[in-house]
């Protein structure tokens, strides 16, 4: 393994039964743990990051708010076919591995990986590094699983778990399988 890889983050929300979103996509049930000043570490992450791996998906949700989320960031989609881009995104189309190595020679020193498939994706090739799931108190019963036909079994070293007035749980693990690039402590949650 390359030891000047990018650091691999994912930073993803889940329901208690293990979805990310419902079947159709929407993730609305979010807004029962928003609450006044608390976004849970999110923008301490986002600020860490340089670079975005994005499932065609969580793309279009993206597109689909009232302005762009990721500006300011390298974001690279991962489709099968590319579209145009609006806001100087770019597509690929690929294995992930060379993908990772390809940004990481170019300068990308934390990725943040987002989406159900470009996370299952991540495992599954040994990339990611490190995994922070916010657990929000709700059982969807259907919808976008949080992983998707991984491809090997993916132990997971617990570093931090954070619970909220809201009900959410925090759970930071570590990838150690895929090297140790993450910090010792929790991301962005006060730990």
Not at 45 to 50: K, N, P, T
Not at 113 to 122: A, E, I, K, N
Request: proline share 5%; charged share 20%; net charge positive.
């Amino acid at each position: 393994m390359n030891p000047l890889r990018a650091r691999c983050s994912g930073y993803i929300a889940a329901s208690l039964d293990g979805f990310i979103a419902r079947p159709d996509g929407s993730i609305d049930w979010l807004s029962m743990v928003e609450r006044p000043g608390e976004d849970y570490g999110y923008k301490r992450f986002f600020d860490s990051i340089d670079t975005l791996l994005v499932g065609r998906k969580t793309y279009e949700v993206a597109l689909g708010f009232g302005s762009w989320p990721y500006g300011g960031k390298r974001v690279v989609i991962l489709a099968h076919r590319p579209r145009p881009s609006r806001h100087g995104e770019e597509f690929f189309a690929g294995d992930l591995a060379p993908l990772v190595e390809r940004i990481s020679a170019e300068g990308a020193k934390h990725v943040y990986v987002d989406g159900g498939s470009v996370l299952s994706q991540s495992l599954s090739a040994g990339v990611l590094d490190d995994l922070t799931v916010s657990l929000v108190p709700i059982l969807l019963g259907a919808g976008v699983r949080l992983t998707q036909n991984v491809a090997r079994d993916v132990r997971l070293q617990l570093v931090a778990c954070r619970s909220f007035e809201s009900g959410l749980v925090q759970l930071h693990y570590r990838a150690p399988g895929n090297g140790d690039r993450s910090p010792s402590r929790g991301l962005g949650n006060g730990q």
